[in-house]
C-alpha cells in the first residue's frame, strides 16, 4: 500500500468521522450541553461554596479570639451553626461571667454583685449546653463540669460543687488523667472554703487618740502649739561659770 492510498484511506476515516458525529450531535448534542453545563456549574458551586465556609470559619474565630465579653459570647454561642465553635463560646463566656464574681476588681465600676450573680444563671445555662449536646468533643465537656464546679463554689454550694468533682473523677476516661486528678485536688478543698473568712477587728483609735490617752504626752494641734515667752532684758545666753 502506497502512501497516496493510505492518504486517502485516512481522509475517508476522517470524513466518516464528522459525518457520524454530525448525525450524533444531532440527536445527543443538546442533553450532552445540558449534563456538561451541569457538571461545570456543579463544580464552580463546590468551589464557591468552600470558599464562603472557610471565610465563615475564620470569621467565627477571629470573633471567639478577639472578644472578651461573656455576654458577647453568649449571643455569638446562639448564632453559631458549628457545635466546636458555639461549645467554645459557651463555655469562654461562662468562664467569664464567673471570673467577674471571683474577682471583683475586674468588673466594671457599674457593676452591682446582683448583676455578678445573674451572670452565673447565664454560666449554668451556657455549660448545660454543652453537655447536652452530643457533637461537642469529651475534652470540652470535662473543662465545661469544671468550670460548673467553680460556678457552684462562687455560688457556695459545696456540696453540688463536690457532687460535679466526683463525677468527673468517674467520667475521665483514657489520656484525661489529669482531669481526674485536678478534680480530687480541688474536692479535697472544699472542705477549707467552707470555712467563712474572719477579717480582724477595726482599729479602735486613731494615733493622736491613743497618744492623748498616754500620761504627760498630749498631742498638739496647730491650734495649741506652746508659746515661748520673750526674755526681756536679759542676756540670750546662760552667763558664764566664773
Excluded: C
Excluded at 456538561?36 to 474565630?61: C, K, P, S
Excluded at 478543698?189 to 483609735?205: C, F, I, S
Amino acid at each position: 500500500m502506497d502512501a497516496e492510498h493510505r492518504h486517502e484511506l485516512k481522509e475517508n476515516d476522517l470524513a466518516q468521522f464528522i459525518t457520524n458525529f454530525g448525525q450524533w450531535w444531532s440527536k445527543h448534542g443538546l442533553s450532552t450541553s445540558i449534563v456538561l453545563l451541569v457538571v461545570l456549574a456543579g463544580f464552580a458551586g463546590w468551589q464557591i461554596t468552600g470558599a464562603m465556609r472557610q471565610r465563615r470559619h475564620e470569621q467565627v474565630w477571629s470573633q471567639l479570639t478577639t472578644t472578651s465579653s461573656p455576654d458577647v459570647l453568649r449571643r455569638l454561642a446562639g448564632e453559631f451553626s458549628d457545635p466546636t465553635a458555639r461549645a467554645l463560646a459557651n463555655l469562654w463566656g461562662a468562664a467569664r461571667y464567673n471570673l467577674q464574681v471571683s474577682l471583683p476588681g475586674a468588673q466594671d465600676a457599674t457593676t452591682t454583685a446582683e448583676a455578678g450573680f445573674e451572670g452565673l444563671d447565664h454560666a449554668d445555662r451556657m455549660l448545660a449546653g454543652v453537655l447536652e449536646d452530643p457533637q461537642v468533643p469529651e475534652l470540652i465537656k470535662l473543662n465545661a463540669m469544671l468550670t460548673q464546679a467553680a460556678v457552684q463554689e462562687n455560688r457556695r454550694d459545696f456540696d453540688a460543687a463536690g457532687r460535679i468533682y466526683e463525677k468527673i473523677e468517674q467520667r475521665v476516661g483514657p489520656g484525661y488523667e489529669s482531669f481526674r486528678q485536678r478534680a480530687g485536688r480541688r474536692r479535697k478543698l472544699l472542705e477549707k472554703l467552707r470555712v467563712p473568712v474572719v477579717y480582724g477587728p477595726e482599729p479602735v483609735a486613731k494615733v493622736d487618740e491613743v497618744l492623748e490617752g498616754l500620761d504627760g504626752f498630749p498631742t498638739l494641734t496647730p491650734q495649741e502649739e506652746p508659746v515661748v515667752a520673750p526674755v526681756e532684758n536679759g542676756p540670750t545666753s546662760a552667763p558664764a561659770t566664773p
